[in-house]
């Protein structure tokens, strides 16, 4: 197992003409649920879960579905956290991102203590 500190993707940034250009957050889905990266957090990543899915960027509202599908990746457990609160996916324990269910725009608390105690 090893500590991995996480960085987040960017969600966007404004453009020239001062409007804010479209990209997508990095969502993964895994056991039905659906997780959103989380920058500044230190964890230690743990046994293989199973399979994860990364759901395909629509940021325009008009690409077809079936052009752009979804990417396989693995899910692994966080050390102290219940994989139904957070996961880190990626292709090894080693290369991972840090994922957290959010209920509305709220962190879950046990995240939030990980991000305050980082």
Do not use: H, K, W
Not at 62 to 82: K, L
Not at 92 to 107: N, Q
Request: glycine share 10%.
């Amino acid at each position: 197992m090893m500590t991995v500190p996480a960085a987040a993707c960017t969600s966007g940034s404004i453009s020239g003409g001062g409007e804010r250009a479209s990209a997508c957050a990095y969502r993964v889905v895994f056991q039905d649920r659906t997780y959103q990266d989380v920058a500044n957090v230190e964890f230690t990543a743990g046994d293989e879960l199973g399979p994860a899915t990364v759901p395909p960027c629509d940021d325009t509202g008009g690409q077809d579905e079936a052009e752009e599908s979804e990417e396989a990746t693995t899910a692994y457990a966080v050390d102290g956290i219940s994989p139904e609160v957070a996961v880190a996916v990626g292709d090894s324990p080693d290369d991972v991102v840090f994922v957290a269910a959010y209920s509305g725009d709220e962190l879950p608390p046990e995240v939030q203590d990980l991000v305050d105690g980082s």
